[in-house]
């Protein structure tokens, strides 16, 4: 059983900067790929970043390219995602997700197993 236990929200002004992270359990962690996913009260779950199983790749929503930055660190079995320059939009319940596959995946429902989501808020 794969468990993914996200840390690092909070409240900031926005302008400010986060890291998220994401530890994950299980012996085959760099067997896939790694993703980041966001979901804003009212809205559709949407995916903001994904990174091949060697990190090789990476991917963004165009909403946040710029100014995200995901990475990762195999011999923690860790994914993190940094986030500067936050905008009030950016506001949402962050998600960190195992991809199905080794490449990287946008679609929600490429995604296999999901952490408990942490909290940002970024106040204008």
């Known amino acids: 059983q794969v468990q993914l236990v996200e840390s690092g929200g909070g409240l900031v002004q926005a302008g400010g900067s986060l890291r998220l992270s994401c530890a994950a359990s299980g012996r085959t962690f760099t067997t ?65 997700a195992r991809g199905r596959a080794a490449f990287i995946a946008v679609n929600r429902y490429q995604y296999d197993y999901w952490g408990q989501g942490t909290q940002v808020t970024a106040s204008s």
């Not at 995916?47 to 930055?69: C, E, L, N, P």
């Not at 990762?72 to 950016?90: G, I, S, W």
Request: aromatic letters at 14%; hydrophobic letters at 30%; glycine letters at 8%.
């Open 32 to 96: 896939y790929s790694m993703g980041w996913f966001r979901q804003a009260p009212g809205k559709e779950r949407e995916f903001v970043a994904a990174m091949s199983q060697i990190g090789g790749s990476t991917h963004y929503a165009d909403s946040v390219k710029g100014r995200f930055t995901i990475s990762r660190d195999n011999a923690k079995n860790t994914v993190y995602l940094q986030m500067n320059n936050l905008k009030p939009e950016d506001t949402a319940v962050y998600y960190c």
